[in-house]
Nanobody, 124 residues
Framework: QLQLVESGGGLVQPGGSLRLSCAAS????????IGWFRQAPGKEREFVAR????????RYADSVKGRFTISRDNAKNTAYLQMNSLKPEDTAVYYC?????????????????WGQGTQVTVSS
């Protein structure tokens, strides 16, 4: 069974940090670009960050640029999203997604596999 499983979400105070993980099972991430998306209550799912299959290319949404870092470790079949200087508006369910090919996109419909999501809540 092909699966992506996110972990690392939780409750954090404004200004704090979290590191999300996205572990693949049933397939290797070597041939997939990875994207992170998020969905806040009452809002549509939005693009957060993406990384190419070998980690050589990354892109970020303007709202997280300079605060979030996407990375991957293909040997561990896992991708990551390091989130620093968190703000209340970062509160959302965060999803990772895999797209076969070298380069990801910011369009959710381009992705082939999705995780179940992990909740991130930024609040004092």
């Amino acid at each position: 069974q092909l699966q992506l499983v996110e972990s690392g979400g939780g409750l954090v105070q404004p200004g704090g940090s979290l590191r999300l993980s996205c572990a693949a099972s049933g397939f290797t991430l070597d041939y997939y670009a990875i994207g992170w998306f998020r969905q806040a209550p009452g809002k549509e799912r939005e693009f957060v960050a993406r990384i190419s299959w070998n980690g050589g290319s990354t892109r970020y949404a303007d709202s997280v640029k300079g605060r979030f870092t996407i990375s991957r470790d293909n040997a561990k079949n896992t991708a990551y999203l390091q989130m620093n200087s968190l703000k209340p508006e970062d509160t959302a369910v965060y999803y990772c997604a895999a797209r076969m090919g070298n380069v990801g996109t910011s369009i959710q419909y381009d992705y082939d596999y999705w995780g179940q999501g992990t909740q991130v809540t930024v609040s004092s």
